[in-house]
Every structure is written in C-alpha cells, then in structure tokens.
C-alpha cells in the first residue's frame, strides 16, 4: 500500500514533464447523423462547436463530417428550421478514438421559418416520465471521480440514491426502496444481471460489467415508469449503446487498479472508402484483484473475466438489425493468510465461495415505416444466469458445506415496441412473451433445509401509452397502462395486475414549469422465491402475490439558462403484497444488499411498506469550464412484517442524502473532479450472538432488534485529476484518483469472530469477540486509457 500511495505521489511530477509530448498542431475531424425523432435523416442542419468558427451542415442522409479541429472540450449545437435548437454538452474530441455525435431534433411547437432557439437548449426530460430522470453521457461517467469507469457506481451518486452499506458494493437502493426494485436494460433488451457477483434473487455487486466504452447515455428513472417496462418498483436503469466506427478500424485499452480492459471496434465487409453498412464493437475485461489482494495478504480472492460486444447492420433507410452480448466469468474464493490477523481470519471464516456465469444475447430489429407515420422495434434475447454458492464450516480447506445453492436462471424473451404518430397525438403500445426455466439445488444446515427444484412457465404482458401537448407545447400530457399475468402463479391474472399511470407538465411561465405523476407499477417475486420447496418437495410460494407500488410524484423545476437547472420534488410510494419471510417474520425489503441468496424461502405476501420524503437538484452542464449536479433529498423508508398495521424503519431508512460530483476543465488538457456522498444514520439489524456461536461460521442476524441500532453517518469525498494527450497516432488520458481523502471512518455494523489465541488457535470455550477493523483509509488509484 506505502508503495501505491508513493507512485501516486510522484505521478503529478511525471504528468507535468510528458505534457510537452502533446502535438499543439494534431488536428481531428468529428462525424455523426442528425434526425428527426421518428429516425428520418434531417438534410441540411447546421451543427457547430460553440465558441469557435467550426461547423458543417449535414447531407442528403443527414450526415456531417466538421474538419481540422484541434483536440479538446466543446459543446456541440445542432439546429434547423422549424426544430429545436440541441446542445451535446462536454463533448471531448481526442485525436483518435472520438466517437460519433447523433442529434434526434423535436419539431417546434409551432412550425416557424427560422431556427427555433428560444428555450431550446435547455435540459429536458421525457414528456412521458417528465419528473425523477436523470442522463448522463459516456464522457459524464468515464470521468466520474471514484467510480473507476464503473457505469452503476456513478448511478449511485445520482439524486435519491443511497450508498450501500460500507460504501463498496453497487446496489441501486433507490428513495428508500429494496435493491432488488429496479429493473436494467441494454438497448432495449432486459438484462437481470449487470454486476460481477451479483446476489441472486437480487441484482447488486461488488463489480459492474458494462464497458463504459460502449455507452452512448445512461439513463436512471426513480418514479414515473415507461409503460413498456416491467417489473420496475423503484427504478429503471437504461444503457444506451452506440455503434462501432464504419469507417475506420480502432479501439482502446483501458487499465486501472484493479482490471484491464481492451475494446475493438470498426466496419465489416467494408468495399469502398465510403462507410461501411456493418459494423462492430467489442471488448474483453480481465480483473487482476486477485493478484493485488494476494500481495496485500487479504484473503479473498477475487477474480473476474466479461465481454461484451454489438454488431449492428443497417440494411437500407429505413431497417437496422443489431445482435448485443454481454457475458462475465466471476471466481470467489479464499485463501489463508501466512500470519495470522484477526480480522482477516474472520473474513476467511466467514467468506462465501461463489462461482458464476452470466450470458445475455439479443437480436433486435428496428424499422422505421416508409410513410413517415412512427417506427417499432422487435428484440429477441435470451440471459442465463448460473450461479454455485457455497459456505463451508472449514473454509480454508473447503471441508462442510454448511449452505449451498446451486442455481440454473434462464430466460428467453420476445418484446415488440411500436410508436405511431397520428399528427400531435404520440401513440407508443406493444407487447412481451416470456419463457422462464429455473432449476435450483439447495442445502440449508442452518435453517434443516434441502430440495431440488425445477419450474418453468411462461410470463407476458400487454402496455399502450398515449402523449399529446397541448396550447403550444406548454402543457404535456401522458397516459398509460400495463396488463402483467403467468402460467406459474395461481393469485394474480391480467386485470389484477392492471397498471394505470398518468403524467402532467405545465409551463406556467417563463422557464417554470410544474411536474406531476400518478402511477401503479407491479413486480413479479424472484426466481429464488417461486423455485422454492419445502422438505416435502411442495412448491410452497406458488400462491405469492406480485408485489405492488404506488407513486406520487409532484415537481417545480426552473431553467436559469440553457445549460443549468433547479428542481424540488416531493413523493410518496407504497407498497403492498411485499414477501415476507415466514422464517424470520421480516420484510424482504430489508435484505439483498449482501453477499447471499435472496428468497430462497418460505415466504408470504402480506407485507406492506411506504417511502416518502422531497428531493433537491440543481444541474450545471458544461459552462465556463465548469459541470455539476448536487441533490439533497430527505425521507423516511417504513415496512411492515406479518403485523400489516406496525411499520418499522428499514435497514435503508438513512433519512438523509447529499450527493455531488463536479468537474472544472483546466488549460492543456488538465481535468479536475469531484464527488461527496453522505447518508444520514441508518439502522440496522444486530448480530444475535448466542445463535451465531451455535453456527459459527453462519452469521445469524436478530431481525426483532431492526431499528434498535443506528450505523454512524457515511460521508465520503473522492477526488480525480486527469491528464489528456493528443498525439498522431494515439490519444492518451492518465488519472489518479484518491477515495475518502477526509480519512472518514465508513460506517458497517459491528463483526463478530471466535476468540483466538495470538497463534490462532481457537480458544476454548469458544465465544465471540467483535472485530476491530480500520475503514477510515485514503485508497489511492491510477488509471490509463490509450485510444488508437
């Protein structure tokens, strides 16, 4: 460790003297498309970096091609008469490896004959969910401070979205929801799992997978949920993918403290010099955690693989097809140190073995109808999730299983998506088919637990929206619903699950407006839960209710100016049908953002549970330098056991969150930022002691003393400094990152291990003793990205 904070030290020295190897006469080019938003090329749009004489105007085919320009950070404008005018903010152009700007320009609200400028630019939202929406760009997350190009940390630092507990695992808990309540998708397609070691029956990790090489924008929906998505209580986390170069072949090699990634990207069957109408993108990321961790003596030993990879063929104007992967090789294990320490044994005690294999394939057709009337996507995918999780009573040598679960997750899915315009009335409808197989191999020591478990039925839905403004777009309005069912559950049918949700969005003055939604979202229980059996070998959870959220959300936003914004938010969620454990008589809404299996129970859907507080924004996009958001957000997080009339503060009830992350663009390519998270005290669930020594290594939690016991304050400011190089045959970015540079302390309930003696030896009669760990580290990091 002294020898990673001493090359962080000397790495300013080193920045300074390979700055003179920059090229100040290396020039670039920058392409990209801009159209309408039923996809249709706009010929003849002005598109323009800000501040500067450069600019083009795009072709017949609503390409643009800008030449000679000097690498570095612009905003980016395109308009068009009769259109609203649109600003790309932050974009960094490198002398190699920038990638393409698309622009999808909205019609004005009345059809003038010359450039629509006036509250164009500024920074907007869906009309359809025009409130709790958050974009980020590719260049927004690869420079996020702390997040070591990791896309779902940097949605954690977004309004409303708590830390998890110690601050290292990427659970999305969201307004004071479970973390198994958001659902992800990847251009369309459902993806389930998107972390390295993700907790079944749940979604978080230590560990994302998506290449940030890959993202066009990110969006994180917290309330008023597209009709086309399913499953969605809390959240929705949207990836958004480009295309890969069709002119050129390149790529980027990205290395950081803990993985190497290499991305390929570039045309297929390409005849001429023009661009080609297939292309690819491509990478493969390799941990080396392990190796860091065997030199430091922790013993966990973690060690991933994943790739990932989209081909996409435009096969005329108006039809594409793309086939997207993404996959992972995840390897948890431990090894014993050579000294013994006690914590660390404790740790090697108590680890889980887990070995995982993760796939998603997808083939997705878009067509966009030659009258011009809307367009549809058709998406067929398949994800598998395999997962073996084992704890052993001699860990060390891998000796008495005292838990495993050895589960196959599969899912095969057909959407259909269909957008039609019918002048100023929007009408988005469609439908989802689902085939779901799961198989599962359990032993439960602790709780006299086994059975082997195999099911699989059929899940689909129907959704139709409509979106109209109206008195000259100042007035937004959006409605529409779902129908969810199965062929698994014997409670619900299609109107049960019926999903009405409503929007509203007025402008009642100059760059004031007022928000509002009402809807009703509903979520099928996990695999974990519907796969379940008794030690009979009944199906005990087949009769679970899917479980229910209804929001509330009202909003006032105002645009100080084109680039910068200030929102309040006030909401409201309840919650009903939430599975319960019949083992331990808490709410599932207060487990899975650990190292476990979530579900694999009896359960009963009794449980109810409300979230509600107010949220506070302000957005600053690239101006003078300087990007930022801060939020403050306050609420309370309440769910009730078998006692459907006692509702207790959740394990996520932190009251209070502030989150910021802000940037400054410096001279020659220099970058500065930051991020600070904080999360008010939040309670948690006691160890209860005299269970745990009867089955030590198993650690029993006290779920009757949830909320007697608060974890202090977490509070943690990350810092990132980068340097750019453009040179002719490369461009080269170099960063050192320091997270928790206050030293803070971050907070984690209270671990217990057996009383050893100073050689190790188990000291007897055994009894526990709590763990002394030090948390309130500075853990450096460097990173190096080369384009070529």
């Keep these: 460790m002294n020898k990673i904070r001493s090359t962080v030290l000397l790495l300013p020295l080193f920045l300074l003297f390979t700055s003179y190897l920059a090229n ?8 990209g498309t801009v159209t309408d938003e039923l996809g249709a090329p706009i010929a003849g749009a002005s598109i323009y970096l800000e501040g500067t004489e450069k600019g083009a ?31 790309q903010y932050n974009v960094i152009i490198r002398s190699k490896g ?28 869906p009309k359809e969910t025009p409130l709790s929406t958050q974009s980020l760009s590719a260049v927004e997350i690869a420079t996020y401070p702390g997040s070591n190009n990791d896309v779902v940390q940097v949605a954690q630092t977004l309004p409303g979205v708590s830390p998890s507990i110690g601050g290292f695992r990427n659970d999305l808990i969201i307004r004071g929801g479970a973390p198994n309540e958001t659902v992800y998708y990847l251009d369309g397609m459902e993806i389930p799992n998107i972390n390295h070691f993700s907790t079944q029956g749940s979604a978080g990790g230590p560990v994302g997978m998506i290449n ?17 998505y399913d499953n969605p209580l809390s959240g929705v986390l949207q990836f958004s993918q480009r295309n890969g170069n069709s002119r050129n072949f390149n790529g980027n090699f990205r290395v950081s403290a803990s993985e190497a990634a290499l991305t390929l990207e570039g045309p297929l069957f ?28 922790l013993p966990f030993r973690p060690n991933y693989w994943d790739y990932q990879y989209k081909i996409n063929h435009k096969i005329d104007s108006y039809n594409d097809i793309s086939l997207i992967g993404l996959g992972s090789i995840d390897d948890f294990s431990v090894e014993a140190p050579e000294e013994f320490e006690a914590e660390q044994q404790a740790q090697l005690d108590q680890a889980p073995f887990i070995e995982q294999r993760t796939n998603a394939i ?13 367009f549809m996507q058709a998406t067929l995918s398949n994800n598998t999730l395999v997962n073996t999780f084992t704890r052993y009573e001699d860990p060390e040598n891998e ?7 050895d589960a196959t997750e599969s899912e095969t899915k057909l959407r259909y998506d269909l957008t039609k315009f019918f002048g100023d009335w929007k009408f988005n409808s469609g439908l989802n088919v689902q085939f779901s197989d799961y ?33 000259n777009d100042k007035l937004d309005f959006s409605f529409g619903f779902r129908l969810d069912d199965d062929t698994f559950t014997e409670q619900d049918n299609l109107l049960s699950t019926f999903s009405p949700r409503l929007s509203l969005s007025y402008e009642f003055s100059e760059n004031w407006r007022v928000n509002g939604s009402l809807g009703r979202y509903f979520k099928l229980p996990p695999y974990t839960i519907l796969g379940f059996r008794n030690n009979e070998g009944d199906l005990v959870n087949q009769n679970v209710r899917y479980t229910q959220s209804d929001h509330l959300v009202l909003g006032l936003q105002h645009y100080f100016g084109p680039s910068s914004s200030i929102s309040l938010e006030g909401f409201y969620k309840w919650y009903d049908d939430y599975p319960v454990s019949v083992l331990d008589g808490v709410s599932l809404a207060n487990k899975g953002a650990d190292f476990e299996v979530l579900g694999s129970e009896d359960v009963e859907t009794v449980g109810r549970g409300r979230s509600y507080g107010a949220e506070l924004q302000f957005q600053q996009k690239l101006s003078n330098n300087f990007y930022g958001i801060f939020s403050y957000t306050w609420f309370y997080s309440e769910f009730t056991g078998f006692d459907r009339n006692t509702f207790l503060p959740s394990v996520w009830d932190s009251r209070h969150l502030i989150s910021f992350v802000g940037g400054y663009k410096l001279k020659r390519n220099w970058e500065i930022s930051a991020r600070y998270r904080f999360a008010g005290e939040t309670p948690f669930v006691p160890t209860d002691l005299e269970a745990t020594l009867a089955n030590y290594p198993e650690v029993v939690l006290d779920y009757n003393r949830l909320g007697e016991e608060n974890l202090a304050i977490f509070s943690q400011l990350d810092i990132r400094i980068d340097k750019k190089w453009n040179l002719k045959k490369l461009s080269l970015d170099v960063f050192v990152e320091a997270q928790n540079v206050l030293g803070q302390e971050i907070p984690q309930p209270t671990e217990f291990g057996l009383a050893r003696g100073t050689d190790g030896t188990i000291i007897e009669p055994r009894s526990l003793v709590a763990i002394e760990s030090d948390t309130g580290q500075i853990i450096p990091s460097i990173g190096i990205v080369v384009d070529f």
Excluded: H
Excluded at 69 to 84: D, M, Q, R, V
Excluded at 278 to 297: C, K, N, P
Excluded at 362 to 374: I, Q
Excluded at 399 to 405: A, D, E, L, M, T
């Design 362 to 374: 997808g083939l997705s057709w878009k067509n966009r109808f030659k009258d011009g009337s809307g």
């Design 98 to 125: 920038t990638p393409n700007y698309n622009f999808i320009l909205k019609e004005a609200a009345q059809q003038l004959d010359e450039v629509v400028v006036s509250n164009a630019n500024t920074i907007s939202r």
């Design 270 to 297: 390409k005849k001429s010099a023009d661009e080609s109408k297939t292309t690819f993108l491509a990478s493969v990321r390799r941990s080396y955690l392990q190796f860091l961790f065997e030199v430091i003596g």
């Design 57 to 87: 105007q795009t072709d017949f085919d609503g390409n643009y091609e800008i030449l000679d320009i000097t690498p570095g950070t612009y905003n980016l404008i395109a308009s068009y008469i009769g259109y609203e005018t649109q600003t």
């Design 24 to 31: 100040a006469q290396i020039i670039t080019a920058l392409y």
């Design 212 to 228: 940030v090489s890959f993202i066009d924008n990110v969006t994180l929906s917290t309330s008023a949920f597209g009709a086309r």
């Design 399 to 405: 000796v008495g299983v005292i838990f495993r679960n």
């Design 439 to 471: 198989e599962n191999e359990t032993q439960n020591l602790t709780d006299n637990i086994a059975f082997n478990s195999s099911i699989d039925f059929f899940k689909y839905g129907f959704f139709s929206n409509v979106t109209k403004s109206f008195f």
